[in-house]
């Protein structure tokens, strides 16, 4: 089945610690976002990448970094510089012509600080 | 730059009865627009989605969504309400005629289900 897989499903980091979440897609497409999502403020754009080897910041960047080494992976690191990371990560793909313009969504990781 | 409104963080429907989830929009182009919902610990799914076809958008699970210029909205409806339609429903505008997608999201609406 074509789709896009996270893990792990939960993670927890202790603090001063680099953690990575996982991010593969099987649809082909060529462009990927992690968003954040947090209660009550919808999903916040971290990272993007259109094609391979090549990524933008999103709104809330800081703390977090990103490698685009093959189409189907994405992978972000959560930095020890990012001072609250605990939240819920979702990782998105799309085709970046005009008739696929909707983002296919992971099932997400949920990052905890202990 | 675009950005989206969700009108009510929280709405509550008697099963059966309407659902209308209110979403208005910014943008300087000509928008796309979509509908996603999330269930607890879950992603995205997405509902339906407008790109300057038709201005009455049919979804799933019974969701419709109408585009108004004027009004610059994009409601969700749903004539009767089932149990199962209890979650978090998102609104999200992209704009047409860039090279990236990228979607902005409103901050959500959950809505429950009276039984």
């Known amino acids: 089945d074509g789709g896009i897989t996270q893990s792990p499903k939960y993670l927890f980091r202790k603090e001063g610690q680099n953690v990575t979440l996982s991010c593969e897609q099987n649809l082909n497409h060529d462009a990927m976002y992690w968003y954040r999502q947090d209660p009550g403020q919808g999903l916040r754009l971290i990272y993007y990448?259109?094609?391979?080897?090549?990524?933008q910041k999103g709104d809330i960047a800081e703390g977090y970094s990103v490698s685009r080494e093959k189409k189907e992976s994405f992978p972000l690191t959560v930095t020890s510089a990012q001072k609250n990371p605990t939240a819920f990560y979702l990782c998105a793909s799309s085709g970046t012509g005009a008739l696929n313009t909707e983002a296919f969504f992971g099932q997400g990781t949920r990052l905890t600080v202990v | 730059a675009q950005s989206v409104t969700q009108l009510g963080s929280h709405v509550s429907v008697s099963e059966g009865a309407l659902v209308l989830l209110r979403c208005n929009y910014s943008s300087s182009v000509p928008p796309y627009l979509f509908w996603y919902v999330q269930y607890p610990n879950q992603g995205l799914q997405l509902l339906l989605k407008y790109t300057s076809a038709a201005t009455l958008v049919k979804g799933i699970n019974g969701f419709e969504a109408e585009f108004k210029k004027s009004e610059t909205s994009f409601h969700l409806t749903k004539p009767s309400a089932h149990m199962s339609d209890a979650a978090e429903y998102f609104c999200a505008v992209s704009e047409s005629g860039a090279g990236s997608y990228q979607l902005t999201f409103g901050k959500g609406t959950k809505l429950s289900v009276i039984p």
């Open positions: 990448s259109q094609i391979v080897n090549d990524f």
